[in-house]
C-alpha cells in the first residue's frame, strides 16, 4: 500500500497541498497518497493520533493549529523550537516529531526562485506573529546586513527579536510599531516582507514613502488572484519587484517532502503548473 500523509487543517477544503504533493510523487517516482483532513477545533490532537494509528506516515499543519502541534510533539527541530509551531509532523514508534518548515521554503522561494540574494543586505518583516516567527530564523541565518520587525504593537515586535539577538550578532536586528517605522529603517528596503494576514483582509500595512531601495523586492506570504493590497501599495511606492506566497507554499511543502522521503523535490514546475491551473 501506498505510505499516506495529510493536511490538517479548519477549514481545509481549500487547501493546495494535496496538489503540490500529488506533482511532488508524480516528479519523484515516491509511492504516496496525501489528503486533506478537516480537524476539529476542539480536536486536533485525537485526529492526528488517530490518523497516526490507521497507518499515517505524516503530515501538515495549517491554521489554527500550528502552536498546538508545536505542544502535541514529542521531539522538535531545532527551527521548530526556535519558530515556537510546527507544521510538519512526522509520526514513527508511537511518538511524533515536529518541525517547521515555513521559512525554509520562504528563504528558497527568495533565493532560488526569485534569485534574491539576502546576505549583506536590508530586510524588512512586517508581523510579529506565527508567520513572522516562523520566517525570522530562516532568513537571519542568511546573513543580512540589517533586519528590522515592525509590527502593529511594539511589544510584540520587540518580544519576537529579542531571543534572536544574541544568535545572529552578525545581522543588526530591531523590533518596533508601524508608528515607528521610519525611524526603525534608516533607510530604505532591499526585501520587504509582508507576513502580517492583512491582504485577507484587503488591506496593507503602513509603509513610509521611501520603504523600497533601488531594485527592491516586495513580498507577499499571501496570494491570490492579482495585487494583494500590499504589493498594490508596494507597486504604488516604487518596488521594482513584486512577488506572492505561491512559491513559498510550494516551497514549504518541498522541504516538508523532504523530511519525510529523503528526496528533494523541484519546486519551479509544481509552481508553474498552480500558475497555471
Request: aromatic share 8%.
Amino acid at each position: 500500500m501506498s505510505d499516506r500523509y495529510c493536511v490538517f487543517g479548519n477549514p481545509v477544503g481549500h487547501s493546495k497541498s494535496p496538489a503540490i504533493h500529488a506533482l511532488f510523487a508524480r516528479q519523484t517516482g515516491e509511492d504516496l497518497v496525501y489528503e486533506a483532513r478537516l480537524a476539529p477545533l476542539d480536536g486536533f490532537a485525537a485526529a492526528v493520533r488517530d490518523f497516526a494509528a490507521g497507518g499515517g506516515r505524516g503530515a501538515n499543519v495549517t491554521v489554527p493549529f500550528k502552536e498546538e502541534a508545536f505542544r502535541l510533539c514529542d521531539t522538535l527541530s531545532a527551527r521548530a523550537r526556535l519558530a515556537g509551531a510546527v507544521n510538519t509532523l512526522s509520526f514513527a514508534d508511537g511518538r511524533i516529531a515536529g518541525d517547521n518548515t515555513d521559512g525554509a521554503g520562504l528563504v528558497r522561494d527568495l533565493m532560488e526562485n526569485l534569485r534574491t540574494p539576502l546576505a549583506g543586505r536590508r530586510v524588512l518583516l512586517l508581523g510579529a506573529g506565527g508567520a513572522a516567527r516562523g520566517a525570522l530564523g530562516p532568513l537571519l541565518e542568511q546573513a543580512p546586513a540589517a533586519l528590522v520587525v515592525a509590527n502593529r504593537t511594539a511589544a510584540r515586535a520587540d518580544a519576537l527579536v529579542r531571543p534572536f539577538t544574541a544568535l545572529y550578532p552578525q545581522t543588526r536586528l530591531t523590533g518596533g510599531g508601524f508608528d515607528a517605522l521610519a525611524d526603525l529603517a534608516g533607510g530604505a528596503f532591499d526585501v520587504v516582507v509582508n507576513a502580517t494576514s492583512a491582504s485577507l483582509a484587503g488591506e496593507a500595512p503602513p509603509l513610509p514613502a521611501d520603504a523600497f531601495a533601488p531594485g527592491a523586492l516586495a513580498y507577499d506570504m499571501m496570494y491570490g488572484q492579482g495585487d494583494t493590497a500590499f504589493l498594490a501599495l508596494a507597486r504604488r511606492l516604487g518596488a521594482a519587484r513584486l512577488a506572492d506566497g505561491l512559491g513559498m507554499l510550494v516551497g514549504q511543502a518541498a522541504e516538508a517532502f523532504f523530511v519525510w522521503r529523503g528526496v528533494r523535490p523541484a519546486t519551479l514546475p509544481v509552481l508553474a503548473a498552480l500558475r497555471a491551473a
